[in-house]
């Protein structure tokens, strides 16, 4: 596919110096529930890389999330493949090789910047002062942050988390605009490598991000506050240049809720499995995008050429039953 020049829409001037090659990342979670939602950011990330020339690295994210499936790699590559999206390089899979997570945890335990933490939920709930409600995580209280020290990095099957200080941590966003953000106060120390003897998302993504050279993140604004928790690892790794985020609004259900299993399949398979287009599935996705006003039929390719991130939905967009039907129509 030719490649126009990248506008200059990026408010991170780091990425102008010489040699910086402007990087995006796909970066499905294989859980076999690529759905209507995470296709419609997989195909806005891929457009605008398009338009602007950002290189594309594909990267499997299969640390940290519910059990992989055989097949579901392989799946999720081919739905993307489906849908129309191409990249540069990949894909890399993250469970290949654990070693620059390792040295990332030697670094920051060498420094006393994390620490071991055997600490259960139910403790961490019971310390907090404010109970937690709804499905956000309990912020971890400073209480019980024990002395910290430099120490060596040991994968002995316990959490590790970050020691996070106070202060704001702020980034313009692409769509979202300013943002302001205590990770301490939200979050606390929080957890970055897993009892699971893995690394926990935060960390591999920071990882990975640098060592992809990735300069442009485009993802679903549930993500935005780990954008400023990725930033305070980021800054404690010493990584640079930052990359600059693009927080796309989500797709929920009628119920307001965020696209899941509740509101029926919305996966890609139960669409493909119907029978059901690419051309069509792409026409919704369009029609959540800002490109057209109903849904219609088209290309990967037609997408890309009518999309623009000036008239993306600011707001959350609602998959409806005429959605469905339309679909299936
Ligand atoms: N793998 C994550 C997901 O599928 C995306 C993480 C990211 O873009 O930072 O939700």
Redesign the pocket.
């Known amino acids: 596919m030719d490649r126009p020049p990248r506008t200059p829409a990026d408010p991170n001037p780091a990425h102008d110096a010489p040699g910086v090659i402007h990087t995006t990342?796909l970066?499905?979670?294989p859980t076999g529930a690529l759905h209507l939602g995470?296709a419609r950011t997989f195909v806005v990330n891929w457009a605008l890389a398009r338009q602007r020339g950002w290189k594309i690295v594909l990267r499997i994210?299969d640390l940290d999330t519910p059990r992989v499936k055989p097949g579901a790699i392989a799946e999720t590559i081919d739905l993307l493949t489906w849908l129309g999206l191409d990249w540069d390089q990949g894909p890399t899979i993250q469970s290949d090789d654990l070693t620059p997570y390792t040295q990332a945890m030697r670094s920051l335990a060498s420094r006393g910047l994390a620490y071991p933490c055997e600490l259960t939920r139910t403790q961490i709930e019971q310390a907090a002062s404010a109970p937690n409600e709804g499905d956000t995580e309990t912020p971890f209280p400073r209480s019980l942050r024990p002395p910290v020290q430099a120490q060596d990095f040991e994968d002995t099957g316990t959490n590790w988390r970050l020691a996070v200080e106070q202060g704001r941590v702020a980034f313009t966003d692409a769509l979202a605009g300013p943002q302001s953000l205590d990770p301490a106060r939200e979050i606390g120390d929080f957890v970055i490598w897993t009892k699971r003897r893995c690394p926990a998302?935060q960390l591999a993504?920071v990882v990975d991000d640098d060592a992809q050279g990735v300069t442009q993140?485009v993802?679903?604004d549930d993500?935005l506050p780990?954008a400023a928790r990725q930033l305070v690892l980021s800054r404690a790794l010493n990584l640079a240049p930052e990359p600059t985020y693009t927080h796309l609004p989500l797709v929920r259900g009628s119920d307001g809720r965020r696209l899941a299993k509740r509101h029926g399949d919305t996966r890609l398979t139960h669409y493909r499995d119907r029978g059901v287009t690419p051309q069509r599935v792409l026409g919704l996705l369009a029609s959540w995008s800002g490109v057209c006003e109903k849904p219609e039929p088209m290309t990967a390719r037609a997408f890309l050429d009518a999309f623009s991130l000036d008239t993306m939905p600011r707001t959350d967009v609602t998959f409806t039953p005429e959605n469905d039907a339309w679909l299936l129509a």
Do not use: F
């Open positions: 990342r970066a499905p979670s995470n994210e998302y993504v993140i993802r679903g993500l780990s």
